[in-house]
């Protein structure tokens, strides 16, 4: 049918102003219509459709038409007519009016149909239920038994722009004021994990946060070095942390530690019997959760599903192993005898299946144990480096003046760590890494060097620098409702938590779930699905809150899930299509990326457009006067203190199981 049309496009789109012509004939709820073939740029099978919310009814989203963004139109939405089926069933015709492309939804398309001269009339004020204005003119044929109703493009995808209200210039100046004193007294680091310790790099470092895959080996180098990388035809170097601050592998880590919390219940176990057979009170421990596996347990956490369920196995023999321990000793308040029963039925059969789950366990982590580790694109002296890190944890705002400069007694011979931040009344440690100094400058040059040796090998290496691509590139935290991608400029967030307790608050917008404590600031929370019309969610361990400054108010965005932080270039944005935002809810989409050859698209999102001065006053307010009769959640630091552990990662869980 495309090739059809292609052939046919020279007759011309006048097919009403000439009074002949050829349309495209095609039906909707068994009516037919016709579109002039000018005006038809292609005819394609049903793209994936992307929604975007606060659109018109009748957009059914945009979707990426060979690179491009295409606004989708749900035609029989836009008639008001019976919708029964699907909406992103049958074909996609793509027309061009107004000046720009969009695609119809349509049932299927039919035929290419000559009209001749006297063949199309004027359109009554209302044919099939379809209002005039969205018809040229009506065919008949078949002696008036087959009527085609011509449409009038222009009309249909006419956009109805609403006038925005004009935000206080002065109102923005001032929270700009306020912001840029904020930065200027603040530190924003990206944090993360080695051998659960919190590192960071300062946020202006950090150039992209990605998973590692297809590292070259090179050889005559440092033992740190993984290999190269290609990032957008640049080869980086890909450095172990791990092995340059002197630390043993991830895989040796947990393999050592199961090793000696089997070496741990072993004495355990034995002490327990030596207690039962001689009647003594034993000392040891006998809940979970106040044993060695049990602290190991709390403090390891993976995204990987196969160690969460091989580790949840374990902890399911671990559970009967103290059970039965209980049972013992209280059988033993009775007899020695009863107490050993109970002690060789299930005590010792539970630490027999823990070491036998052992080896399957050790197996899962050799295999996918990378899956959580993450590789952290720094800008460091003469060369750009990739270091690869145990898990990335959050991005946090901090005052600068918790900041302590590293003793002496702690500094290495490269003095890596420029600070450590002091958080929680001292209880959680962050510490700030000067990436100028974790490799020499003679490794920096040698590294240097094998980037661009590769690259002369026949590697596709790009003439400028990471920084000076940087400077045509933003950088996004993209995070995910439902299906769907979004993202939101970096320097726009100030922190990603985990989901902590949110105190719901009487009379607010109906889109807030209420406020939340970061670190004795109270802050309110904006449900994006309510915000966007979406059906709501159970949260779960991937749901999070990201940290923004609306406009001098600072709120949390709950999301389904954090999923990267993304750099992306400039010329892969195409503004939102006009259509899309007629309304005018949605002025706060400032574009849409493409990315991954268009296959991915992300609409990005201007955090200080999304509220009106309306909302953002009742927002401001809810720390004022709306939370005087709520309880608050304890603040950070507080007699029970709750660390908000975060990532920026995709696809995380935290390993959990039953007590």
Known sequence: MTEKIKDAEVAGSAAVGSGAGQLVAFTLANEEFGVAIGQVREIVRMPDVTPVPHSPEYVAGICNLR???????DTRRRFMMNNDRQALDGRLLVVEACGHQTGLIVDNVKEVMQVGAGAVEPPPAVCKGIGQEFLSGVVKMDEGKRLVLVLNLDEVVQIDVQDQKKREVSVEKSSDRVAQQEIMDEEQLVT????????????????EIFRLEGVTALPNVPSYVKGLYTLRNKLIPILDLRTLLGISSMESEITSDLDSLLEDADRWQASLEQALRNGAAFKGEVAIKGSAFGRWFEAFSTSNTNIQNAIKDLRKEYVGLYAGAQGALRAAQTSTEDAM?????????????????LPELKKNVTIHMTDDQRVMVVESGEVTVGYLVDSVNEVVRIPKS????????ARSERKELMGIAKLNEGKRLIMIMDDSSIISK???QLLAASAATQGDAGQDVAQHTLKEQAMEEDQLVTFGIGRE??????????????????????????????????????????NIRKFFGLPTKERDDRTRIIIVDMNGVKTGLCVDQVNEVLRITRSSIEATPAIIASRGENDYMDGVCKFGDGKRMIMIINVKRMLS?????ALS????????????????????????????????ADVSGDE
């Open 485 to 526: 991608e979004y993202g939101i400029p970096v320097m726009e967030v100030q922190e990603i938590n985990r989901l902590t307790d949110v105190t719901s608050v009487p009379r607010a917008p109906s889109f807030v779930d209420g406020v939340t404590n970061l670190r004795g600031s109270v802050v309110p929370v904006i």
């Open 341 to 357: 029963a109970v002690f060789n039925r299930e005590v010792a059969p539970a630490l027999a299946a823990i070491r036998s789950r």
């Open 192 to 207: 993360f994990k080695i051998a659960q310790e919190e590192y960071a790099f300062q946020i202006e470092r950090v150039r």
């Open 402 to 409: 918790v900041i302590e400069t590293t003793p002496e007694v």
């Open 613 to 617: 001065a309306q909302d953002l006053s």
């Open 67 to 73: 690179g491009n963004v295409l606004p989708v139109l």
């Open 442 to 444: 003679r490794d920096e």
């Open 621 to 652: 307010s809810l720390d004022d006067n709306g939370t005087e009769d709520a309880a608050l959640p304890p603040a950070s630091g507080a007699s029970k203190p709750k660390t908000l552990k975060k990532k920026i990662v995709a696809a995380e």
